[in-house]
């Protein structure tokens, strides 16, 4: 028998997740950002969503330094974008089209890279096991025109975006 999260990790890993890239700029100026798929919406009153970040993570500590982060949900065709924030490193955002806006006005954007962003502000910080649970309000949400990157079977695809009826006419 596996462990707990073992099944967990296996439950979740035979689902289709949208792949996002949550992103805060710490106290020392500097951006970071991680590869996430803990992503809910909340509330819409007021509108909150939630994000699960990794007790051990730089990102984490920018987020909590700055009470101020972005989630970029990455558009499809961006799994390398993905695979890059899943790791360690120093610049991730090197060679991509940032822009700085949010809360702090210097969260980093990945315009160019996503399907959709929100731009939030901490409300809350729960714990949760070896994550921490980030509840933000969303104070600027923008769609995109791209359809976003899925994570399924240990790979990446793009959400099947079904006909429109009556687009076309």
């Known amino acids: 028998m596996q462990d707990g999260g073992n099944q967990l990790r296996r439950l979740f890993g035979s689902?289709?997740?949208?792949?996002?890239?949550?992103?805060?700029?710490?106290?020392?100026?500097?951006?970071?950002g991680m590869t996430c798929n803990a992503v809910s919406a909340v509330s819409l009153s007021p509108p909150l969503l939630l994000v699960c970040l990794d007790h051990r993570s730089r990102t984490l500590t920018a987020v909590r330094e700055r009470g101020a982060?972005?989630?970029?949900?990455?558009a499809a065709g961006r799994g390398e974008i993905s695979r890059r924030f899943a790791t360690g490193g120093d610049d991730k955002f090197a060679g991509l089209t940032v822009h700085a806006s949010g809360p702090t006005g210097d969260a980093p954007v990945l315009v160019e890279d996503s399907a959709a962003s929100a731009e939030c502000r901490v409300h809350d910080v729960l714990d949760g096991g070896d994550h921490q649970i980030i509840l933000g309000r969303a104070l600027r949400c923008q769609v995109y025109d791209r359809p976003p990157l899925t994570y399924?079977?240990?790979?990446?695809?793009?959400w099947p975006v079904p006909a429109v009826p009556g687009a076309g006419r």
Do not use: E, Q
């Open 152 to 158: 399924f079977g240990r790979r990446y695809d793009a």
């Open 15 to 32: 689902l289709p997740s949208v792949v996002s890239v949550v992103s805060a700029v710490g106290s020392d100026g500097v951006a970071r």
């Open 69 to 74: 982060f972005v989630v970029n949900f990455l």
